[in-house]
């Protein structure tokens, strides 16, 4: 129901998109979860972050008064008034703090504390949600369903969340998930050309000799590349590679590894270690938290079963709804109880048929002739009485009469209306014509620009001085190939953070290299340094930017530019709407 359209349309962060029909989520600008983090944290020099107000007008009596940003007080403080409805401050905060979240509002706007734009946007979204309502948008049927829908999953989340809030993560848990996760290998590793030489170094190494020494004598005789110690991450090196190294005990080296017509490889683990990385910590927490959570919830589940449900396992097992006799359909009107619950209807043979219908909605017969409908029975048997269970400890908690329902349950349907009436009321009438499409591309033609390729060769140096050296004798007619060969303090290949061969796109680049590109004609050399190592290179090949056709862009430029037209036509209806309802802005100003 065009949720994207929704958000990029009331907070102005992202692109609508006209052809969304996903399930409406809840509108960011009204979400009172995305609310910007309390202000009582410090900052960066330490000292306490001031607390931001909401000045408003009393509107009966024009008096002033402030409200903090992020108190209990702004759920039921207005900002603005729509006739009876109202945008409370804690809509507003939230609001800007999604709009602050997607990049529109940097240090100057926060400084400012712009607020208008993002009320604006607001009141129109509640402007059409107020005229969908006048126009019988919510008693659609389809509507109505998705309503019901939403109440019963939202009552069953809270119920399991309420369950789970006390869960904390195993420590041991979580310490195995991080070392899995953050382990580290340091290897010594060779690169040699010919098998039978990679076949003789593993053969001298099994016989005692030195790994480390070998390698250097393989490098220095050519016949090898390498041989340098580095820590890497398991998942940096080649499956296959990675795979021998973890069967390797520390010290040991692998067999010879084949790299296509690279060479053969030998590996030599020298330490495992597992370096602190907060956000891989992290990682780990979340994970063993929600494996918690799930052995919490499980037991908090057959908990439930055990107090209030009694199944009947021998007719459960007697079910054959794959069988000819006495067929689905016969099962389908069967009203033998399969569970029995306290306090609510049992759940029948016709309501697990209900739950395999709805499963294998794209043919009973089928899966029953493939054989996968009875294997599912106790998966699907289980989920109903899961829903049923978790139903009734719902209204046992009065879930339903929560602030926290209740918000959730008025952001979605306001979503979900504004989202119907914008399909059915406002782009039916909205039309693209072809002059309109080609205006947008020439508008846009930065964004259909392919960009500038570059095929590159070059040499890598330890020292700047080396590299002045090797450029001074390629201007002079040497070989770039002899030098590569020949010249001294070059770096190992395996180190070098710039690479060459192959065509790359411009952005691939380093920064700091592309201007250096820039004046350079095909086969000249140029210097570039970066990280203390230094380069000699070569423009091999290039080609420069250029525009796409218009007609290989037709296509994706005719969406975007009934996007922004489906956009307009929003915005100039909740500006009709305004002039209709007259709404009342009671905020005067954000501030210290």
């Not at 000292?47 to 759920?75: C, H, M, N, Q, W």
């Not at 129109?124 to 309503?147: D, F, H, N």
């Not at 040991?252 to 910590?281: C, I, M, N, W, Y």
């Not at 691939?508 to 570039?528: F, S, V």
């Amino acid at each position: 129901m065009l949720t994207h359209l929704v958000l990029g349309v009331l907070l102005g962060t992202a692109a609508p998109s006209a052809g969304a029909s996903a399930p409406p989520s809840k509108l960011a600008a009204t979400d009172s979860k995305a609310a910007p983090a309390k202000p009582a944290a410090k900052g960066a020099t330490g000292a306490a972050v001031s607390e931001t107000y909401a000045y408003l007008r009393d509107e009966r009596t024009g008096a002033i008064r402030k409200v903090p940003l992020f108190s209990p007080e702004a759920d039921t403080t207005a900002v603005a008034k729509i006739r009876e409805e109202m945008i409370t401050l804690r809509e507003l905060s939230s609001a800007l703090a999604a709009s602050h979240m997607a990049g529109h509002a940097g240090p100057a706007h926060q400084k400012k504390r712009e607020f208008g734009p993002v009320l604006d946007r607001l009141l129109s979204a509640r402007l059409i949600v107020l005229e969908a309502r006048e126009t019988g948008i919510p008693e659609l049927p389809e509507v109505k369903a998705e309503i019901a829908d939403f109440r019963a999953e939202t009552l069953r989340r809270i119920v399991k969340n309420r369950a789970v809030k006390d869960a904390k993560a195993d420590p041991a848990e979580v310490e195995k998930l991080f070392n899995e996760s953050s382990v580290e290998w340091q290897v010594r590793s060779v690169l040699v050309q010919k098998e039978d030489d990679a076949k003789k170094l593993a053969a001298a190494v099994k016989s005692g000799k030195s790994f480390d020494e070998l390698a250097k004598q393989l490098v220095a005789e050519k016949k090898a590349t390498g041989g340098t110690s580095e820590a890497v991450a398991p998942d940096k090196l080649r499956p296959e590679i990675a795979g021998a190294v973890r069967q390797l005990k520390i010290g040991a080296v692998t067999e010879p590894q084949k790299l296509s017509s690279d060479g053969f490889v030998l590996v030599k683990l020298e330490a495992v270690r597992h370096p602190e990385d907060a956000a891989k910590r992290q990682a780990a927490v979340d994970r063993a938290l929600a494996v918690e959570k799930g052995l919490v919830l499980r037991r908090y589940y057959e908990g439930l079963v055990k107090q209030y449900a009694k199944k009947d396992d021998k007719l459960l097992a007697a079910l054959d709804f794959e069988a000819e006799k006495p067929g689905f359909d016969a099962l389908a009107k069967d009203t033998r109880p399969i569970v029995q619950i306290q306090g609510a209807a049992p759940i029948t043979v016709a309501d697990l048929a209900a739950a395999i219908q709805k499963k294998f909605f794209h043919g009973i017969e089928q899966a029953a002739k493939s054989k996968k409908i009875n294997r599912e029975k106790d998966d699907l048997l289980s989920f109903i009485l899961a829903e049923r269970l978790f139903d009734l400890e719902a209204a046992r908690a009065k879930i339903a009469d929560s602030p926290e329902y209740k918000t959730t349950v008025t952001e979605y349907t306001n979503s979900l209306v504004f989202g119907t009436f914008v399909q059915k009321v406002i782009i039916p009438n909205v039309k693209v014509s072809e002059p309109e499409i080609k205006k947008y591309f020439e508008q846009h033609k930065s964004d259909y620009t392919y960009p500038a390729f570059y095929k590159l060769d070059g040499i890598g140096f330890t020292r700047a001085a080396d590299a002045q050296a090797a450029v001074a004798k390629l201007n002079k007619g040497t070989d770039l190939g002899w030098i590569r060969s020949n010249a001294e303090g070059q770096l190992n290949p395996d180190d070098q953070t710039l690479h060459f061969g192959g065509t790359v796109v411009s952005k691939a680049l380093p920064k700091d290299l592309l201007p250096i590109l820039a004046t350079t004609k095909k086969g000249d050399y140029r210097l570039y340094s970066s990280e203390g190592q230094h380069y000699v290179v070569q423009v091999v090949e290039y080609t420069a930017p250029s525009v796409q056709k218009y007609e290989e862009a037709r296509s994706d430029v005719g969406q975007k530019a009934y996007d922004e037209k489906i956009g307009r036509a929003i915005e100039e209806y909740a500006a009709k709407l305004k002039k209709a309802y007259k709404p009342k802005i009671l905020i005067t100003k954000l501030g210290n």
